[in-house]
C-alpha cells in the first residue's frame, strides 16, 4: 500500500465540529475509494470517485458526509456536525482504472475519535 | 443480502505450520477476489488476488484457491512465520460496479513461536 497518502493520521474532533480526510492517490492512479472501518469489523464501501466526478456513493449515510475528488490536489471525506458512531478508521485507496486485473492499494487510514 | 464471509474468526498455529483460511462468498456476479492482511493500526495490504476464471493461484508462500462451484476461498500460507500474525480479509468485486470491494469480517491469524 505505499504511495498512498492520508492525512491526518489520528484526528480528534469534538461533537458537532467538522472533521476533513485527505487522501493523495498513488501515481499514475485516477480512481479513488473511500472506506470506512469501524472496531473489530471488516471495511465498508463509502463512496467511488475519479477526478471531478462522484462515480458510486451507494455505501455514503445521507446526511453530513460528503466526499470530492478535484481536478488538482487530494481526495477530501468531510464529515459535518460529527457524532460519537462517527469514530472509526476510514481509509482510501486508489487504482489505476477498474479494468481486470488492476489492484485496489489501500493507504494506512485515518482514525477518527470523537469526543 | 449479497455478503462475503470468513468461517472462523481466529486462527492460532504454531511458527512453521501451513494455515489456511478460509472465506465464503454469496455474490455470484463476483469475477474477481483479493486478500489483504491488515496488521494493528496500519491499512489493508495486498496479498494476492485472482480472478474468477482461475481456480488457482500461487505467490511466495500464499496460495489462493477459488471453488466456484460452492462460492468458497481460501489463503493458504506456507511455513507460518510470526510476521503473519495479523487480521486477513477476503474481498471480491464485481467489474461492472466500478471496482467497488465487498470485504468479509476478516480472521485474525496468530502465530505461536
Known amino acids: 500500500n505505499a504511495g498512498v497518502m492520508q492525512n491526518p493520521r489520528h484526528l480528534v474532533r469534538r461533537r458537532g465540529q467538522e472533521a476533513r480526510l485527505r487522501c493523495s492517490p498513488m501515481k499514475g492512479h485516477s480512481h479513488v475509494y473511500w472506506y470506512r472501518q469501524l472496531p473489530e469489523e471488516g471495511l465498508k464501501f463509502m463512496v467511488y470517485?475519479?477526478?471531478?466526478?462522484?462515480?458510486?456513493e451507494s455505501g455514503m449515510p445521507k446526511e453530513r458526509f460528503s466526499a470530492e475528488f478535484p481536478k488538482e490536489g487530494p481526495s477530501i471525506l468531510r464529515i459535518q456536525q460529527v457524532v460519537r458512531g462517527d469514530s472509526a478508521a476510514y481509509f482510501c485507496a486508489s487504482s489505476p482504472a477498474v479494468n481486470s486485473g488492476n489492484t485496489i492499494y489501500f493507504g494506512e487510514g485515518s482514525w477518527l475519535t470523537v469526543v | 443480502g449479497e455478503s462475503v464471509g470468513l468461517h472462523l474468526p481466529t486462527l492460532s498455529v504454531q511458527e512453521g505450520d501451513n494455515s489456511i483460511i478460509n472465506c465464503a462468498y454469496s455474490?455470484?456476479?463476483?469475477?474477481?477476489f483479493i486478500w489483504y492482511k491488515q496488521e494493528s493500526g496500519k491499512g489493508p495490504q495486498f496479498i494476492i488476488d485472482i480472478r474468477s476464471n482461475m481456480d488457482k493461484r500461487q505467490g511466495q508462500r500464499v496460495t489462493v484457491l477459488l471453488n466456484k462451484t460452492v462460492k468458497h476461498l481460501s489463503l493458504q500460507i506456507a511455513a507460518t512465520q510470526p510476521g503473519d500474525s495479523a487480521v486477513y480479509f477476503c474481498a471480491e468485486r464485481v467489474d461492472n460496479q466500478g471496482g467497488k470491494l465487498i470485504f468479509g469480517q476478516g480472521t485474525e491469524l496468530s502465530v505461536k513461536p
Open positions: 455474490n455470484s456476479a463476483s469475477d474477481y
Open positions: 470517485l475519479q477526478k471531478e466526478n462522484i462515480i458510486d
